[in-house]
């Protein structure tokens, strides 16, 4: 995808916390977390990674577009499963090292490639004896990803 977008130059602390540039600091591998949540309910949908180019891809499509760590590779969300992102803000932390994009989840609303709608859908409980489980948050998967995707993760 060729792009005119361009970042600003990462300045002094001033600059990167209180001007208009965009100045995102990635990681030594190339990459900046990005927190997804649902842009009408808030609700936190996942967490993915970004290099420059997936951020660029995303800014100029408004669909969201993240790198795989595992695969290494750009994936569209939702390109497989329908459930692509669609996004309606785009904000950055004061230093500018994580995205955090507000969505709207196309298709049945669900985010997680194991068929929940958010993929924090356990959630950590410490016992009485001291013992630490997860429980799970939401009551069941919205769909069957052997149905989406021919295969369980």
């Excluded at 060729?2 to 209180?18: C, H, P, V, W, Y």
């Excluded at 990681?27 to 990005?34: K, R, T, V």
């Amino acid at each position: 995808m060729s792009t005119n977008t361009q970042f600003a130059e990462r300045s002094d602390k001033k600059a990167i916390e209180l001007g208009s540039g965009l100045a995102p600091k990635f990681d030594s591998n190339g990459l900046i977390a990005a927190a997804v949540s649902d842009y009408d309910s808030g609700e936190l949908l996942m967490v993915g990674y970004m290099n420059e180019e997936s951020l660029l891809r995303t800014i100029e499509s408004g669909e969201a577009w993240y790198w795989s760590r595992s695969r290494q590779e750009y994936w569209k969300k939702g390109g497989t499963s329908g459930q692509v992102q669609k996004v309606r803000e785009i904000r950055t932390d004061c230093d500018q090292d994580a995205i955090w994009l507000r969505v709207s989840v196309e298709g049945n609303g669900a985010t997680c490639h194991v068929g929940y709608r958010s993929c924090f859908y356990r959630k950590i409980e410490k016992n009485e004896d001291g013992s630490i489980t997860l429980t799970f948050a939401e009551d069941a998967p919205v769909y069957d990803p052997a149905e989406v995707y021919g295969k369980t993760s």
